[in-house]
């Protein structure tokens, strides 16, 4: 089945530095990938579309100067966590469309990000 | 825009049969999906409905009653492993999906 594979799945930062997540698709190809943020015991949040070639598209209230993202290949798509401030430790997932399923358009998530900021 | 609401918490013990509702609002309606989340774990795909009526993977089931603008997800012959956070989502027009706020089974002894 597809496979997505995030990396890495824990990071500790100080706060004012960058961090950058990566997400590849390992046996299909995304044009489009899609980033969410998690708060604890909360839903999945939609930060931003990824698309291959071209800018990300920001869900109304994610600033994209903060929260910069790069799809430069079909296979890979990072998020880079600009000047980290504690209010940013979350878990972050990513996750690709990896087909139909009776007419399901099926995401496939990556195994997410958790982010702590000092 | 869109909105899913959830049951916080359900319990129930092995064995057992639970049901998770799910109504939404949505701006444009292309099925409802559920997906399950172990605790600090990614979401997995468990069904999908675009058609009013029930459909049936192994132990779960899902129902969808769009002019009700309500679904369900079924779980039957419970096991400790299904203990979970499940979430039904919607689709954006980006092929993006919009999530619920989730429900989380504790499945006990």
């Known amino acids: 089945g597809a496979v997505v594979s995030q990396h890495p799945s824990r990071v500790i930062c100080k706060s004012g530095t960058s961090v950058k997540i990566e997400c590849r698709s390992l046996?299909?190809?995304?044009?489009?990938m899609f980033w969410y943020r998690q708060f604890p015991k909360q839903s999945l949040m939609l930060m931003a579309t990824?698309?291959?070639?071209?800018?990300?598209?920001?869900e109304q209230g994610v600033e994209k100067d903060k929260f910069l993202i790069n799809h430069a290949s079909l296979t890979l798509s990072t998020l880079t966590v600009t000047s980290a401030h504690p209010e940013d430790s979350s878990f972050y997932i990513c996750?690709?469309?990896?087909?139909?399923?009776?007419?399901?358009?099926?995401?496939?998530f990556g195994a997410g990000s958790r982010l702590t900021v000092l | 825009g869109q909105s899913l609401e959830q049951p916080s918490e359900v319990t129930a013990v092995e064995g057992a049969i639970v049901q998770i509702n799910c109504t939404y609002q949505?701006?444009?309606?292309?099925?409802l999906s559920w997906y399950q989340q172990h605790d600090g774990g990614a979401p997995t795909f468990l069904s999908y409905?675009?058609?009013?009526g029930l459909e049936e993977t192994g132990r779960f089931s899902s129902f969808l009653s769009r002019s009700d603008s309500y679904g369900y997800l079924l779980l039957q012959e419970l096991q400790m492993k299904d203990s979970a956070s499940y979430f039904c989502?919607?689709?954006?027009?980006?092929?993006?999906?919009?999530f619920g706020s989730g429900t989380r089974l504790q499945v006990q002894p």
């Open positions: 996750s690709a469309s990896s087909g139909v399923s009776s007419g399901a358009n099926v995401l496939t």
């Open positions: 046996d299909f190809q995304a044009t489009t």
């Open positions: 990824s698309n291959e070639g071209s800018k990300a598209t920001y």
């Open positions: 949505t701006s444009g309606f292309y099925g």
């Open positions: 409905n675009a058609l009013d």
């Open positions: 989502a919607v689709k954006t027009g980006r092929r993006a999906l919009t």
